[in-house]
């Protein structure tokens, strides 16, 4: 008879986390017990959290490193708030290691082993979940149709964030305003390169609105187009760490009573060892709300192999839009080329780099051109200070002015119907600002300066510039023909998309408005020179 020594079930945690101490200006060596950050991770620092509703080759709901033990392991709370996340806000679930298995026994701020782990929810109208029947619970897709929750979850709002009074201030001085508030990046505390780095994504205007998050700024009197940029969105960060947590490499999550810690959502080989659960200084302000927000924003695209798998039908819970208000509802849906697309455009979606080139482009056009209706606001306002003659001069320009972009886009809208075919037969490479069409595919009779100026007026430069805008036509035809073509490509199904689901910084003909809106910045600021040399 055989004598088998009897099997050792392990606990599914290792012990309570071990944290590190807040970094300095000059970090200090790795902990022995953290040493293996220096190195690549293996498949043995995963966690995967399937879902008992579906069947074993279905069911992989995400995948996460394990990054808080040297032999894999992750945080209990932390695990538990993204399940919750992902399913609807779930907060009355729990963790199994079987998917008909009985809660797991491990604190919150335990450290579960790697490997696989099911997360339940109580069936509709029942206070316990059904071991034997799983519930089949939706699984929200993507962040745009995640609901924040009326209350958060106990697993965050242990955090304890310092007490401060309230800083507002003014949108044009808010990063100075946060740079003095925080003085040193709340990671490195480094003093130079950094930068007001948002929590809730400025991009994620419409869903901000939606869920009516104003109500957690500190400042409650903020202009509607900067509703977002409130203090109390917003942290100081190195400009690397910036970029890193823009492109969801880590989040900030309390992992202990003490406040927050980074945790690193993808391994790097430099922020990893020096920063993973480092205890982040003082988030004077921040909110808990847009931290959690951000806690969300940077764990949806991770249900992207979930969402993807062909063939494959998914209970769902999306938020749909119905006579101005909005509905969250549950839907089956395949995973189609549609439902992919959808989850690859909301994986896509970023804040902008700061490619300082870019920024300065983006900036200018919205301060640039508020700068310059104010200019010419004052401009009229102070014009009763003059003679009037300037007044009927000022206000003959911006008639003229007015008459001419009439013309400009009457004579546009008509070279698109009349000469379609003959510009979009011509093949034109990539264009964009500084590329025009060749002479060859431009009509050889340039428009008359009546056809330009159909209201009669004379303009000094009318015949001398009648080619180069219908120059300025052709390209804008082929620019568009290009989009258009980009579009049925890539988004096959943008009409069917809802508003905030499609591309927020692309749209057939965007390159032709901001040239003419650098023409009107120009035109505008000629005119207000001439007014104050004459």
Known sequence: MSTEPPSVSLPPHHGRILLRDPSSLFPTPLPAHYSFLSAAPGSRRRINIRHPGYESEDDLLFTLYALDHEDGGIHHGLLYTTCAIVSGNRCDGYLSESRHGTPITAGMDDVLRAGEYYFHVPHAGDSNASIETPSRYPVVPTFQDWKFPLTLPDTFTRAVLSERACYTAAQSTISGAVRVRDTTCRISTHYTGTEAAHLCPEHEKDWFLRNSMQRWNSDLSLDPAKLLWDMSNLTLLRSDLHTAFDDRKFVFFPKSNDGFS????????????????????????????????????????????????????????????????????????????????????SRS??????????????????????????????????????DAASVQQIEHQSSSEASLDSGLKRSFDRDLLDNDSEIFSTSFPYASDGVRPTTAAVSQTPPTSQEINPDGDTHANSKKSAFGEQDEDALASAELDEDLKFQQTWFPDFEQCTEHQKPTSWYPGWRRVERLKRQWLKRARSNEQASDHG
């Open 262 to 345: 980074v945790h690193m959502l993808e391994p790097t080989p430099d922020i990893t060892p020096l920063y993973h659960n480092v205890r982040v200084h003082d988030l004077w302000q921040c909110s808990l709300q847009f931290l959690y927000t951000r806690l969300a924003w940077a764990i949806f695209p991770s249900l992207s192999g979930f969402l993807s798998k062909p063939n494959t039908t998914r209970l769902l819970l999306i938020a749909k839009e119905e006579t101005g208000r909005t509905r969250w509802v549950e839907v089956e849906e395949n995973t189609s080329t549609r439902l992919q697309v959808k989850v690859a455009a």
């Open 349 to 386: 979606q970023s804040p902008k780099k700061r490619n300082r080139a870019n920024e300065q482009s983006d900036y200018d056009w919205d301060t640039y051109e508020e700068e310059d209706m104010h200019s010419v606001k004052r401009q009229k306002l102070t014009a009763s200070a003059r």
